[in-house]
């Protein structure tokens, strides 16, 4: 089978809480796929169910071949998932807890040995292998939490939010050992609120909203939905931030508001549309004291495609 996940009109809901709302999507095997949507989407409760924690409401899910529903014990057999918090042994080193879980896998022990040295130099953890999980870095714990994701070699990851919480170096180093299972031929599954991030690592994105899929496609053709970037304003006061967002409307520009009222996110095709906004808040008194030109953010995907932003949420609990 060419796909690595398959779902159709796939549901859950919790009481009256849709979590997911009829998601069909297809993942080809050997691809990193990325699941893009705020907190409260529906992502993690995606995962659960592909990965069998939880059971579906409603629809099929496949995973390598195999429903979640009724064959849950050949998909575990076959994937490995890291969530969203690192779940290693904090009073072990480093090395124990990649040995104890081999074991429990049922590697004898000089497979075993030769298995955790192995991901120890391949995640950059052997000088910290001897030391004690506590001492450990977030990023480094987040390696070795994903080291312990391979041990049994999956032919599916699912990546949960992996680099939430982290510094920009440590996230860097996360996306390459993503990148480093990609060219291994692992079918990463990665869940993220970071554009930027699957943006970076995914050769296909799924933007997810209200347990629903509402765009699916390249970063690129994600973006053309947006715009090729978008420019950052900064006024004085919420009135002149008002009286921009009319001044953006008269130019046919959409002026999105954000939480800080004196700010605005207006999408463009090119940075050559900026000048004639900028000369135009100029010539009209509502000047911005600062102003910046960069990639679409999350909010303003999410205001392209479905008129609100991502509002932050939990999402229940199974």
């Known amino acids: 089978m060419s796909q690595a996940i398959l779902t159709e009109d796939l549901s859950k809901s919790y009481g009256p809480t849709r979590a997911l709302d009829g998601v069909s999507l297809s993942v080809p095997r050997g691809q990193v796929f990325g699941l893009l949507g705020p907190n409260g989407a ?20 496949q995973v390598l071949g195999h429903d979640v529903a009724t064959d849950p014990g050949a998909v575990r057999a076959r994937i490995a998932l890291t969530g969203q918090f690192a779940s290693v042994d904090e009073d072990l ?21 030769a298995r955790c040295a192995e991901l120890l130099a391949a995640f950059d953890l052997e000088g910290a292998a001897t030391r004690q999980v506590s001492g450990y870095s977030g990023g480094m714990r987040r390696r070795l939490d994903i080291a312990a994701s391979m041990i049994a070699r999956p032919e599916l990851l699912f990546l949960d939010e992996p680099t939430t919480g982290l510094d920009p170096r440590a996230r860097a180093d996360v996306w390459a ?25 995914a050769e296909r994105i799924a933007v997810i909203d209200h347990g629903r899929v509402i765009a699916e496609g390249t970063a690129a053709e994600l973006k053309a939905r947006v715009g ?31 939480d800080d009222p004196r700010l605005l996110e207006v999408p463009l095709t090119g940075a050559d549309e900026a000048l004639p906004l900028l000369s135009a808040l100029t010539a ?6 600062d102003f910046a030109y960069g990639q679409p953010s999350l909010d303003a995907v999410f205001f392209a495609l479905t008129g609100h932003g991502a509002e932050p949420e939990h999402e229940p609990a199974p």
Not at 284 to 289: F, N, R, S, Y
């Open 93 to 113: 080193t480093g090395r124990e807890n990649l040995m104890l879980l081999a074991r429990l896998i049922g590697l004898p022990g000089n497979a075993a040995r």
């Open 284 to 289: 009209e008194g509502a000047a911005p004291v």
């Open 228 to 258: 090729s970037g978008v420019l950052k304003l900064t006024l004085r006061d919420a009135p002149a931030a008002a009286e921009a967002a009319r001044i953006a409307d008269r130019l046919g520009l959409e002026a999105h508001a954000q």
């Open 177 to 201: 050992i993503v990148r480093r299972l990609a060219r291994s031929g692992t079918t990463v599954l990665l869940t993220t609120q970071y554009l930027e991030e699957a943006d970076q690592l």
């Open 42 to 61: 529906g992502k993690t409760t995606f995962v659960r169910v592909l990965s069998t924690l939880i059971r579906p409401t409603g629809g099929r899910a």
